[in-house]
Each structure stands twice: as C-alpha cells, then as structure tokens.
C-alpha cells in the first residue's frame, strides 16, 4: 500500500507559530506602496483581464460560446437563449473602485470591533453569504456590494430551493442592493442551483444582482497563484475576491484571513467568526495563501487587518 506521504512532495511551510510570530514581529506597521499597487494590477490584467471577465456578460460569452467548466475535467456548457437572457450586458461596476474592503470569515474578527472600519469602505466584498445580524454588526459592518455565494449552500441551507424561496429571498435582503456573484459554471452540480437562485431574485424583483463568475477568470487566477507557490486544488474564495480587488481597486484592505488555530494574543481562535466548522483538509491551502497575503501586506500592496482595529 503506498502511503499518501511517498506519492505526493511536502512543502515546506512555516509552523502556525512561526507566523504568529512573524505577525507579531511586523505588528500595526504599514505603509501603502503605489509601485507594489500598480505592478500587481499590471500582471493580473495581463494574467486575466479581471475588468472584462470576472463575470459572465453578454459581452465576453456570447450566444454559443462554449464555457468551461474550472472545477472539473472536459465538461462545459454551450451558452443558449436560456442562459444568455441570464448573463448581465457588461460589467457592471463603476471603475475604478476606490477603497475596497474584503472581508473574510476567519474567527478573528469575532471581537475585533472593524465593522466601522469595514464599512467606511467605498466597495464592500463578502464571502459565502455570511450571516451580518446584530451580534456581530460591530465586528464586520452592516454594508455589502459584493458577496459571494457557493451553490452548495444553495444545497444545504434552502433545500437547493425546490420547495419555498421566501426563507432564501428573505436572507438575502441583509446584502441590500449589492452583486450576487456565483460560480455557477465552475462544477457540474453547481448550475442548477445557481440558476434557480438567480430565478428567485428575479422573480421577487429583489434588489440584488445576480453575476456568475467567468470560469475562465477563475482558471486563470488559480494559475496565477500556482506560480507563486499556492498549491491548492482550489483556491478559496476568499483569495479569488482579494485578486478581483487587487485588478479593479485603488486601495485594498483585507479582514478577516487568519487560517489559524490561535491568535496573537496565543488565545485559541475559532475558524469562522459565526462558527467553527473546519474546512475539508486538503481542499483548500488557506496558510499557503496567508503568506502570500502578508507578503503583500509586508510590501505595502494590500493592507491585511489581523488584530483589533483603532
Ligand atoms: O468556502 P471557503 O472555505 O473558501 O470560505 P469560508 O470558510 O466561507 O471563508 C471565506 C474566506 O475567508 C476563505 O475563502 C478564506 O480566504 C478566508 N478565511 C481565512 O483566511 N481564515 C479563516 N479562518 C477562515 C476563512
């Protein structure tokens, strides 16, 4: 039997305690840096356009373009008049963004009091439909105009929306009138969802905005990573919304990325501000990505926010 150990390499990464550490050592300390802004926005227009395809549009996936699926091997789907009529004309967002929140779901905020910070923000992203009720309102803000949502909580949370849609268009009137942005071409399981989600907004006229992500964005942001020593199947969402920033905004500040069992203060920190369901192992790198976060961090590109905020 050979063990998974022999078969895969091992990377060599640094122990959550020598982050901590190194977190530490660098402390509130930061200075913006316009260069490290501008080359990052360079290499990821090159990599992957983000302006033009982070989304599905009727522009860049016309009637019969063939879009392939990113989380799966050889399966695609041809667009046709039913999924076109679906697809936004072009994108949407008024660029260039100034100030950009991204706001993960690490158990770090919990207590962090950033929520005026958060929402002092001009453009405002979260991942995962995250819960944004009073308890936690302090901690993360109340403002959103851009929140993620994966077809499997479609799934799990609303029954994949085959019987009511009231408790799914309810829970989304927290997100206000912001982009609904689901990657509903990135696993074969995922399309229906997605597309019975964007029925029940429209159907509702809710004031949100349905906007599938490209999976040709997906893919290419994923390459991106992979050159720089992200070695996960998948990136996380978070991640994927970090790049979208890095490309479309002049400013980005980071909350909520700590994919560590303890805090600064050596505290034992949940892994979501909401709860502490752990994610599938080996799916995602989460500290592969932390270090490439607070590179960027220590070079001034983006601001990463781990501790309390002023
Ligand atoms: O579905 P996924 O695992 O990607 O995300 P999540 O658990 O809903 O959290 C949203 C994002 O926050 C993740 O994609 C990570 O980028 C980030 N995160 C983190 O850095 N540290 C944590 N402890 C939890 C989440």
């Given at each position: 039997?050979?063990?998974?150990?022999?078969?895969?390499?091992?990377?060599?990464?640094?122990?959550?305690?020598?982050?901590?550490?190194?977190?530490?050592?660098?402390?509130?300390?930061?200075?913006?840096?316009?260069?490290?802004?501008?080359?990052?926005?360079?290499?990821?227009?090159?990599?992957?356009?983000?302006?033009?395809?982070?989304?599905?549009?009727?522009?860049?996936?016309?009637?019969?373009?063939?879009?392939?699926?990113?989380?799966?091997?050889?399966?695609s789907h041809t667009v046709n008049n039913e999924t076109y009529s679906l697809f936004v004309q072009e994108?949407?967002?008024?660029?260039?963004?100034?100030?950009?929140?991204?706001?993960?779901?690490?158990?770090?905020?919990?207590?962090?009091?950033?929520?005026?910070?958060?929402?002092?923000?001009?453009?405002?992203?979260?991942?995962?439909?995250?819960?944004?009720?009073?308890?936690?309102?302090?901690?993360v803000g109340t403002r959103t105009h851009l929140v993620t949502a994966n077809p499997s909580i479609i799934?799990?949370?609303?029954?994949?929306?085959?019987?009511?849609?009231?408790?799914?268009?309810?829970?989304?009137?927290?997100?206000?009138?912001?982009?609904?942005?689901?990657?509903?071409?990135?696993?074969?399981?995922?399309?229906?969802?997605?597309?019975?989600?964007?029925?029940?907004?429209?159907?509702?006229?809710?004031?949100?905005?349905?906007?599938?992500?490209?999976?040709?964005?997906?893919?290419?942001?994923?390459?991106?990573?992979?050159?720089?020593?992200?070695?996960?199947?998948?990136?996380?969402?978070?991640?994927?919304?970090?790049?979208?920033?890095?490309?479309?905004?002049?400013?980005?500040?980071?909350?909520?990325?700590?994919?560590?069992?303890?805090?600064?203060?050596?505290?034992?920190?949940?892994?979501?501000?909401?709860?502490?369901?752990?994610?599938?192992?080996?799916?995602?790198?989460?500290?592969?990505?932390?270090?490439?976060?607070?590179?960027?961090?220590?070079?001034?590109?983006?601001?990463?926010?781990?501790?309390?905020?002023?």
């Amino acid at each position: 039997v050979l063990c998974w150990f022999y078969v895969y390499p091992v990377y060599r990464l640094p122990r959550d305690k020598d982050i901590v550490e190194e977190v530490l050592r660098q402390g509130e300390a930061w200075q913006k840096n316009q260069t490290g802004i501008d080359l990052y926005r360079k290499l990821l227009t090159e990599c992957c356009d983000p302006k033009r395809m982070f989304a599905v549009t009727k522009e860049n996936s016309p009637m019969g373009k063939v879009l392939w699926y990113d989380g799966e091997f050889y399966h695609s789907h041809t667009v046709n008049n039913e999924t076109y009529s679906l697809f936004v004309q072009e994108n949407p967002l008024q660029l260039p963004l100034k100030k950009c929140a991204v706001v993960g779901n690490g158990g770090i905020l919990r207590h962090s009091k950033c929520g005026r910070d958060i929402d002092q923000a001009d453009f405002i992203m979260r991942c995962n439909l995250p819960p944004l009720s009073k308890e936690y309102v302090e901690d993360v803000g109340t403002r959103t105009h851009l929140v993620t949502a994966n077809p499997s909580i479609i799934e799990k949370r609303f029954q994949n929306l085959l019987w009511s849609r009231k408790a799914f268009v309810d829970s989304m009137k927290v997100y206000g009138s912001s982009y609904i942005y689901m990657p509903a071409f990135s696993m074969k399981p995922g399309t229906d969802p997605s597309l019975r989600a964007y029925y029940a907004l429209a159907d509702t006229s809710s004031n949100l905005t349905m906007l599938f992500a490209n999976p040709e964005f997906l893919r290419t942001v994923g390459k991106f990573w992979k050159a720089r020593g992200v070695h996960a199947k998948r990136l996380s969402t978070g991640l994927f919304l970090v790049s979208l920033a890095l490309g479309l905004c002049e400013e980005v500040t980071a909350y909520g990325f700590w994919p560590f069992s303890v805090g600064l203060d050596e505290q034992p920190v949940s892994h979501h501000y909401y709860d502490n369901i752990l994610p599938y192992k080996w799916f995602h790198a989460m500290p592969e990505e932390f270090v490439q976060l607070w590179h960027l961090h220590k070079s001034g590109t983006l601001r990463m926010r781990v501790g309390h905020c002023p």
